[in-house]
């Protein structure tokens, strides 16, 4: 009988019907809500914690702690009560209400930093409890189990589903270890396959999509392995965010609206091919933002 962790991955893709500019190109939509835990980062948390475990890492009465921009942190709740550790989540305070709620469902604490310090704010807490002991920080930004369970997982599920037909893949660049996973595992099948990597454009606010400091740039981020870096526009990701319900029926947050407006974007360049597109998490995590009125 499948326990929760098995349900991990392995989620659906589904063609976009009325969002490619270019008959000839078609765009796929890999719905990674359909996670137990609602998000992409349900791999990437079960990586880490289990990674930690199986080294000895985590010792006896530590708690773990992790600053997050909300999906990680619902992630890693929920394989910590797995596993029976205590964890401290670490956001700023603008995070949307659902997310604390559900993080403390599962059993976390949460610690809310002020917004005007962004995530820079949480990583600077989080690191200042490290350094007084009795925490362990997984650390997203830097842990190899993070891309790795990408390289293990979701690249393999996009090459399978494609039957290898697959040539662009887009994704949302946040803590980066989607497009870093899936980008070592798809190279490796076929170095054409083009991977290309959404920021935000100056001023734009995208929860998920991050143009990071160059101080706080992910350790685990590597520029080669990203082809293509197309600026993403709110406006436009939340255009496209609401299309997406509206006209796919596919219900997500709006760094999957950003990624996809940038496959679409893409599309109109090409003669043909497969692009494969990221939907980070479901839209019910943004219902009390602004993002769909």
């Not at 880490?48 to 709740?77: C, F, Q, Y």
Request: aromatic share 6%; hydrophobic share 40%; net charge neutral.
């Amino acid at each position: 009988m499948a326990s929760i962790i098995d349900l991990i991955g392995n989620t659906p893709m589904v063609e976009l019907k009325h969002i490619s500019e270019n008959p000839e190109v078609k765009i796929f939509a890999k719905l990674e809500g359909n996670n137990p835990a609602g998000s992409v980062k349900d791999r990437a948390a079960y990586g880490m914690i289990k990674g930690a475990l199986d080294r000895g890492d985590i010792k006896p009465g530590m708690k773990l702690i992790e600053a997050t921009s909300g999906n990680t942190g619902i992630a890693l709740a929920m394989i910590s009560s797995l596993f029976g550790l205590e964890i401290e989540l670490v956001m700023p305070s603008d995070a949307t209400r659902e997310r604390v709620l559900t993080m403390e469902v599962y059993g976390a604490k949460v610690t809310l930093t002020p917004k005007e310090l962004s995530m820079e704010g949480s990583i600077d807490y989080a690191n200042d409890k490290v350094a007084k002991g009795g925490y362990y920080m997984l650390n997203q930004f830097a842990n190899p189990d993070n891309y790795g369970m990408h390289y293990k997982t979701t690249g393999p599920e996009i090459w399978r589903d494609t039957a290898g037909k697959v040539t662009h893949f887009v994704s949302a660049m946040g803590t980066t270890g989607t497009i870093m996973g899936v980008s070592r595992f798809l190279k490796e099948q076929n170095p054409d396959v083009q991977i290309v990597g959404c920021q935000p454009t100056e001023g734009s606010k995208i929860p998920g999509i991050r143009k990071w400091p160059e101080a706080y740039l992910p350790k685990i981020f590597e520029k080669s392995r990203v082809d293509r870096i197309m600026d993403i526009d709110e406006a436009d990701a939340r255009a496209m965010t609401k299309r997406l319900a509206k006209e796919e029926a596919v219900f997500c947050g709006m760094s999957s609206g950003g990624a996809v407006s940038a496959a679409a974007r893409l599309s109109r360049e090409l003669r043909s091919g497969v692009i494969v597109s990221i939907i980070c998490d479901r839209g019910d995590r943004y219902l009390s933002s602004d993002l769909f009125s």
